[in-house]
């Protein structure tokens, strides 16, 4: 079956623009993950959905940061008003159930100039 | 708080040759998840192994296996055989374990070992 798909794989960006990165999991998959992974440096969570409620988003570094999952597929993280700082690449991940092994996204890589 | 430690940023090793990652975590969990994952320059995390707390043996998957030592509290891997497609950023990463709570699940990282195959 197909895997996690995320697009953009690439977004440049300015600064001050707003960006939406999309990620479709896996079918089936209650458990969505989203992690922040800078250059160099292992990947850091953001925020977790179960089906469409996002019941950890203690990981968001910001208020410029939102996530959404309405359906309980689909999920979109969205970065509103773009800082350098945000430059990084953003991993989604999904598993049957939160206690089951996460399988990743390709990763979308955003450069926020 | 969780933490992992991945002492070697780089690693080399000889084709076919096996060799060693290390990996060790702190938590004061009972219940928890260990995970390998390989990062090759294409970006994608690719799933390789997996160690629960409770399990009493060592994991396998094929060319990789997993050194559980729970009382000194690491968890390396081992990769046998290497092979040239081996070369790649690999991460250890633990799973919260607290079952019901609101940040069971989330995987907690370390900082990687890139390692590097010769022919």
């Known amino acids: 079956g197909a895997g996690v798909s995320q697009s953009p794989r690439y977004k440049v960006a300015k600064r001050g623009q707003d960006v939406a990165l999309r990620c479709d999991p896996i079918?089936?998959?209650?458990?969505l993950f989203w992690y922040q992974q800078a250059l160099g440096q292992g990947p850091e969570f953001l925020t977790y959905?179960?089906?469409?409620?996002?019941?950890?988003k203690s990981g968001l570094p910001s208020d410029r940061f939102f996530a959404e999952r309405p359906e309980g597929s689909v999920s979109t993280l969205k970065i509103q008003r773009t800082q350098q700082e945000d430059s990084a690449v953003y991993l989604c991940a999904s598993s049957f159930i939160r206690k089951e092994t996460q399988y990743f996204g390709p990763g979308t890589r955003l450069l926020v100039l | 708080a969780q933490k992992i430690t991945q002492t070697q940023p780089g690693m080399f090793v000889q084709e076919k040759e096996a060799v060693t990652l290390d990996c060790t975590y702190d938590t004061s969990d009972q219940s928890y998840g260990l995970f390998w994952y390989k990062q090759p320059s294409s970006g994608e995390m690719i799933f390789l192994i997996y160690?629960?707390?409770?399990?009493?043996q060592n994991a396998t998957e094929g060319r990789y296996s997993l050194n559980f030592q729970k009382a000194r509290k690491s968890a390396n891997l081992v990769i046998s055989a290497s092979q040239l497609g081996d070369s790649a950023m690999y991460f250890c990463?633990?799973?919260?374990?607290?079952?019901?709570?609101?940040?069971?699940?989330?995987?907690?990282f370390g900082q990687g070992t890139i390692l590097t195959v010769h022919p």
């Open positions: 160690q629960g707390s409770y399990d009493e």
């Open positions: 079918s089936g998959h209650v458990s």
């Open positions: 959905f179960q089906n469409e409620a996002q019941l950890d």
């Open positions: 990463a633990m799973r919260e374990g607290r079952g019901g709570g609101t940040s069971y699940g989330k995987l907690t």
